[in-house]
């Protein structure tokens, strides 16, 4: 018998240290998101963290196009794909979780973007949007049907989780003070309208 999707779990995005200050793909202010993490990791019983992972070679990465500058872009199979700095490697410092996170209360851990060709900005997704990551099935086997999720950055990897997860049949809500951007060319009001748009809920942590 299929379990009854009325729980709640909370999922926090990539809160690594090459997207805090001083990390190779600094987000802005990316560290003032760990309090509230470990706040709301403390409340909610089950919290998955999400961890980029990617090998040396990764297609994604700049370095790795001849004359290509970061954060230009390529047409790769799925489609149009920024060309990142390196960051997150394998078993690189930069891709070790912040040091004040309390990672000891998360669940689960979902690793991604560890396929050389294609990236993966969704926790449920690559960016083919074929390829799970196989979060679905886990937070279905336990009767999860609401997310309230946070992290970095929210244009990117906090964005396609969250429609991903809309998508998918869930409810979500988005911790607004949990959350930081990097902004690409207006890539973060277009990522905040587009996830109200799908139905997002907005929160902020303390109201949770």
Known sequence: MA?????????????????????????????????????????????????????????????????????????????????????????????????????????????KGFRPEIDSYSAFFENDRETPTGLDGYLRDLGIGHLVMLGLATDFCVHDSVVDGLALGYRVTLVEDGCRGIDLDGSLDAALADMREKGAVFAISDAL
């Open 3 to 111: 379990a009854t999707r009325d729980k709640t779990a909370l999922i926090v995005i990539d809160v690594q240290n090459d997207f805090c200050p001083g990390g190779a793909l600094a987000v802005g202010e990316g560290d003032a998101v760990v309090p509230v993490a470990n706040r709301l990791m403390a409340a909610y019983p089950l919290s998955v963290l999400t961890q980029d992972w990617h090998p040396a070679d990764h297609a994604s990465f700049a370095a790795n196009h001849d004359g290509a500058a970061p954060f230009s872009t390529t047409e790769m199979p799925y489609g149009t794909q920024v060309l990142w700095p390196t960051h997150c490697v394998q078993e690189s410092a930069g891709a070790a979780f912040h040091s004040d996170l309390e990672t000891g209360r998360a669940k689960m851990v979902v690793r």
